[in-house]
């Protein structure tokens, strides 16, 4: 926090700036741009030398400076509270001090840059302040307006040294913001002053404003902050910067209520509102985006740790939801599996076909949640179950039925990855009950679903199989084979998986000792394979 003292200005502090005042019909005067500050700096400073080849800077200065014969300000000693300021142009007579004043020390060396603002004849107080690099600010203000408007330079002047004749501000990070607030004390309505002023230069003016305790400034920063709009980096700014305010007394509901609710409802209640809207929506293009935009934002919230303890809930609220949805898939596939429904004319079967469809897409949906959550195991077990669906499956045409074998290859990519820890009963079953009707259906999946990626899929299903004792390894593989070698690119291609099969039943084979242990035994060269074949559906 930059330090606030009383302070008299002393002779040779400060090499001052001339600069034309713009003063509006309230009596503010205009504040520099940051350009201007920049500059100015930039000017002054030795070390940042001009480039030849770049115009040299616009100025407001009303007198050229001559820096080798440049004048400090002096002051008429003849009362120490009431000082001449002196000015420093060439053309303009000015009384020189009959005494020399001493040797500066090198803590009072002047400032690199001083600039000034207000009307000195007017004014009965001066306000300095002091940024870095030497940067120096002098502004002639008046001491009612700065008491009436700033508590805390109000609790300055009422101490016992009340009676000095300037207000010295050290340590100033943002000068220009300091000179702006200084001159929003003496407007009536300062919140037209902040129309079309960014987010970030009003929060520099409110973190000022806090300092000087300003507390009608604060406020209009809060009512242009609660009236504009501010999202990302910004919404972060803000809100950080009006919690800071809480304690102070100022009104800072109005702005926080647009990212904090105290409603009674419950996030849970809306996060199911929120799906049941998605699932039932029959606008394809509509629903296709939100799912994409609530998983994103579900996958956020999975990496926030406050946002464990509501898990357990929500996900108990979407394996509900995975509930409804396989049931009216049954209830669909059963309508679809009757005599006489493969007849209907086109107009007949068409909104069964497509509900089935969209079906089989929201349940997808539902698995790919509870997969990023790692709670689908048990959607896995729910779904290795569905024997009956399974066993309708074969009695649907291809088109209306491939739907649901995303379902399959979603649940195989899950357990190859470790995303699903289902017992291995339940892999054991979901391999029996929904491998075959997955090869089937394989060649519509590469063409007619969008999000099908072949290589994940059968790396997959590879994993999966490879979780399994060997001897269930050995009946699906060679089940598999039998497909492969009649279908090719129609079936998945479980290569990778056979191999790893083959070098565990061949090549590394391991038989149990009397001991229990288990040991390699490399004189095996023909094991004992016992076939199973795979009952047909």
Known sequence: MAEIRLTRVEQGQTKIRNVPIAVTPEGFWCCPSPVGFQKTLKAQNPLNKP????????????????????RKPTFTPSRPDQRTFVPDTPGLSAPVAAERAPRPKIENLPRKVAIE???????????????KQGFCVKLSVHK??????SHYIADKLSQPQSGASSLEIEDCEDVEIYVETVGLMYCKEIKQRLIKQSVSRVLRILKVAELLGFNSCMQSCLEYLEAVPWVGEEEEKVVSSVLRLQGEGIGVTPVLKRVSSDASKHPKDTLSQIIDLVLKSNEERGRREMKSVVLKLLRENNSLPSYAGSSDIFNETVYSSCKSCLSSLLSLFRHAAEPGFADKPMDGREPVVKQIALEADNLSWLVEILADRQAADEVALLWAGQQELAS?????PILSRYHISCITARLFVGIGRGEL????D????????WLEPLIND?????????SFDRKVVEEGIGRTILTLPLEEQQSILLSWLGSFL????????LQRAFEVWWRRTFIRPYVETPGNNFQSDSSMTSPVITLKKQPQE
């Open 117 to 131: 603002f207000g009307e000195p004849g007017t004014s009965d107080m001066k306000v300095i302040l002091l940024g």
């Open 392 to 396: 309708l499956h074969s009695k649907l």
């Open 426 to 433: 339940t892999r054991q079953l979901l391999l029996q009950t």
């Open 442 to 450: 394989y060649s519509w999946l590469q063409h007619g679903c969008r």
């Open 144 to 149: 009612n307006v700065l008491v009436e408007n």
């Open 421 to 424: 820890l289902p017992s291995k």
């Open 51 to 70: 480039k030849p080849s770049s115009p040299p800077p616009k100025t407001t200065v009303t007198k050229k400076q001559t820096p080798v014969t440049e």
């Open 486 to 493: 009649k279908a090719g690119d129609k079936c998945p291609n």
